[in-house]
C-alpha cells in the first residue's frame, strides 16, 4: 500500500474538496488519525469524554474541547448528506465547548 498523504487522502474520500483551506489544512491530521490502528480512536475519544464530564474546572474543560476539535475535523472528512447532517456537524462540537465553558465557569 503506497504512503498515504494529505492530497492523496482527499482525493481518496470524496467528501473533503481540495477547494477548502480549512480541510486542507485539516487533511494532515486526518491522514495521521487514518493511520492509527483501528481501536485507538474507540479508547481516546470515549477517553476524553468521560475525562471531561468526570474532572471538575479547567482540567474537564480542555479534554472536552481536545474532543470537540477531534469531531470537527472528524465531521470534515465525511460528506454532508442532507440539511440535518450539517446541522448536527455544527451542533454536536458547539455542544461540546458550551459544556466546556460552563465548566469553566461554574
Known sequence: MAALTPV??????GGVSSKSAIRRQSAVFLVYMHQLP????LIVLPALLIA????PGVGGAIAL???????????LASPAR???HRLIRYLVPLALIAVAVAKVLG
Open 8 to 13: 492523496t487522502w482527499i482525493r481518496h474520500h
Open 52 to 55: 471531561g464530564l468526570a474532572v
Open 82 to 84: 442532507s440539511a440535518s
Open 65 to 75: 474541547v481536545l474532543l470537540a476539535l477531534v469531531i470537527w475535523f472528524m465531521f
Open 38 to 41: 483501528r481501536w485507538v480512536p
